[in-house]
């Protein structure tokens, strides 16, 4: 059976992610955790490896051979490995690529976590792609950026190595253990898959209800902080209440003073406006004394203007009296001797 190129470029690809990928990964995992002390790491995290139900069976079997068997590295795939790398010992967990575990990370993002998301994600695309052809542009594109991250975690012979893949013979015998291969792994990868992704999105969830529980920690802070502020208000608006209530006590005094001021003021004055109004009642009867003695006197004026008069008169018949005896000569020694 004659291949195409495309078909030809597709099997080159899955035999790099299928072959030389893991070496990579497991160069990194290795630092992680070493071979001498791996078997260790996973009998303490036997608990938690436990919990993570998409462990599928056989790979159970894979980290726990049994006491005759010794788990090596060799054995882990890649997408076993970047699980345990995820999951297994929280002091070592790697933390998680710029664009999360289930996205092809961008080219300028080269860290060590990037390049696992790579892995990742290269090997879930070979094993779902339907086709089985990449174009002569996706596979240098795909090879190129999948061989960087190769080169980074497995080191310079792991990178030789992935160059020498791009050109290897593909013969019958290795076209039909790929095809195979490519067959048996789809429907468990696709299981394996769907199960990562739940649990990222379990993973997803659970940071957000940790930024969610952050967030109502900070705003519960913030309220017992604004709480705290308000009750200081509080008492400082209820010890202003309570001045107040004195000071409004001390001024209802002073107005209940100044009433009994008021009323013995009032009592003083209307004292004072009853002498008044008697002074003026005695004021008027003098008036009317005075008018009567003005009356009276008036009279009596008149009286002594007519007796004036009357005197006037005795005076001039007096004087007309005293002439005439002064004339007569008889009566003249003796009227002189009664007016002298």
């Known amino acids: 059976m004659s291949l195409t190129v495309e078909e030809s470029n597709f099997l080159r690809f899955y035999f790099l992610n299928l072959k030389i990928t893991p070496k990579a990964v497991r160069v990194y995992f290795d630092s992680i955790y070493p071979p ?16 993570l139900w998409f462990i599928t069976s ?24 970047i699980c345990l790398l995820r999951n297994m010992n929280p002091c070592k967990v790697v933390p998680a690529p710029s664009k999360g575990w289930d996205n092809l990370p961008q080219a300028a993002n080269t860290g060590y976590t990037d390049d696992l998301a790579r892995a990742k994600w290269y090997r879930n695309f070979v094993s779902h792609h339907e086709k089985g052809e990449l174009s002569g542009k996706d596979f240098s594109q795909y090879w ?20 020498s893949a791009q050109h290897v013979i593909l013969d019958t015998s ?14 468990q990868q696709e299981q ?37 502020k308000q009750t200081k208000k509080l008492s400082d608006y209820k010890d202003t ?24 003021l009032q009592d003083q004055s209307i004292t004072k406006q ?8 005695k004021i008027d009867k003098l008036k009317i004394r005075c008018e009567h003695h003005d009356k009276i006197l008036k009279e009596h004026e008149e009286h002594l203007t007519k007796q004036d008069g009357q005197i006037d008169t005795c005076v001039k018949s007096i004087d007309d009296i005293k002439q005439k005896l002064h004339d007569t000569d ?11």
Do not use: Y
């Open 274 to 281: 009853n002498e008044i109004d008697n002074l003026i009642t």
């Open 192 to 228: 394996t898959d769907k199960i990562n992704k739940a649990i990222d999105r379990l993973n997803t969830n659970k940071e957000e209800l940790k930024n969610k529980f952050h967030q109502l920690n900070v705003s519960n802070q913030q309220w017992e902080a604004e709480t705290q």
């Open 241 to 264: 209440v309570n001045a107040c209530a004195k000071d409004i006590e001390t001024c209802e005094k002073d107005i209940k003073n100044n009433k009994e001021m008021i009323k013995e």
């Open 36 to 51: 001498a002390g791996l078997a260790r790491e996973l009998k303490n995290n036997e608990t938690n490896l436990k919990r």
């Open 330 to 340: 008889n009566t003249s020694g003796k009227i002189n001797f009664l007016f002298d």
């Open 144 to 163: 190129g950026d999948l061989e960087q991250a190769i080169g980074r975690l497995g080191g310079p012979s792991m990178h030789k190595e992935a160059q």
């Open 174 to 187: 290795l076209t039909d253990m790929l095809l195979e291969l490519k067959n048996c792994e789809k429907s």
């Open 58 to 81: 056989p790979q159970r079997k894979i980290l726990d051979p049994g006491s005759v068997n010794i788990v090596k590295s060799e054995q882990f795939d890649t997408t076993l490995m």
